[in-house]
């Protein structure tokens, strides 16, 4: 019963190459999100989404490019990886409505390591 | 934006002795101060958290202070055991419209030493 699903846990793949990270929460949440976690734990926001509406776009480059086709599935596809990608990527959801005290829920991470 | 430092980045404790993680930020419509716990290799998981509304909340062995005013809030451990060593992020969430969105502190690595 796992609450937030990413897939795959690990990735390594070379410069260059397009790649996509998938997300799946089974909470009814209406909000998820991607963040990215960098080699020095710094925890950033990419982006939101509040039922499959692009909600919050964090000034990150065009190569990301998030998608949701449902409230449940937050998709992250990179085009021409790079180095500095590298990073372990983390799905979140969370509940609506506004103005109340919600939890994140995480999923496990993706490890994403461009050679 | 929100900015929201954090200080220590890494402390050592001995089992026992209280740890206490403090953070501030910038942005005075922020009303929802959470604070997530991860060990390594894993997701950042919530341990405890407050609104704008209230100063202080305790849950058993943690609890967390805010001060609206000077725009601080802190995580206090008290009688630390081995198993609360991992790395502590503070959080703010500010409100714009309809989105909702949390900006986490640089983190503190807590280590519980026997």
């Known amino acids: 019963d796992t609450a937030v699903s990413q897939t795959p846990k690990y990735l390594v793949t070379q410069m260059g190459n397009d790649k996509s990270i998938k997300c799946e929460q089974n909470l009814g949440h209406d909000t998820m999100y991607w963040y990215k976690q960098d080699s020095k734990k710094f925890l950033k926001i990419m982006f939101s989404?509040?039922?499959?509406?692009?909600?919050i776009n964090e000034t990150v480059p065009n190569r990301f490019s998030p998608k949701s086709p449902d409230k449940a599935h937050l998709n992250l596809h990179i085009n021409s990886l790079e180095l500095g990608d590298s990073a372990v990527y983390f799905c979140?959801?969370?509940?609506?409505?506004?103005?109340?005290?919600?939890?994140?829920?995480f999923g496990p991470g993706t490890r994403l390591t461009v050679t | 934006g929100e900015n929201v430092e954090q200080h220590p980045s890494t402390l050592s404790v001995q089992e026992g002795d209280s740890a206490v993680i403090k953070c501030t930020y910038s942005?005075?419509?922020?009303?929802?101060f959470p604070w997530y716990k991860q060990e390594l290799g894993k997701r950042p998981q919530l341990i405890i958290d407050?609104?704008?509304?209230?100063g202080e909340k305790k849950d058993q062995r943690i609890a967390v202070t805010l001060n609206k005013t000077a725009k601080h809030f802190s995580l206090h451990i008290t009688e630390t055991q081995p198993e609360d060593s991992a790395v502590y992020f503070c959080?703010?969430?500010?409100?714009?419209?309809?989105?909702?969105?949390?900006?986490f502190g640089t983190g503190t690595r807590l280590q519980v030493t026997l």
């Open positions: 979140a959801s969370s509940q609506l409505p506004q103005r109340v005290a919600y939890e994140q829920y």
């Open positions: 407050i609104r704008s509304n209230v």
């Open positions: 959080a703010t969430r500010v409100e714009r419209g309809t989105a909702s969105k949390l900006t």
């Open positions: 989404y509040n039922n499959k509406e692009l909600i």
């Open positions: 942005d005075s419509a922020s009303n929802y």
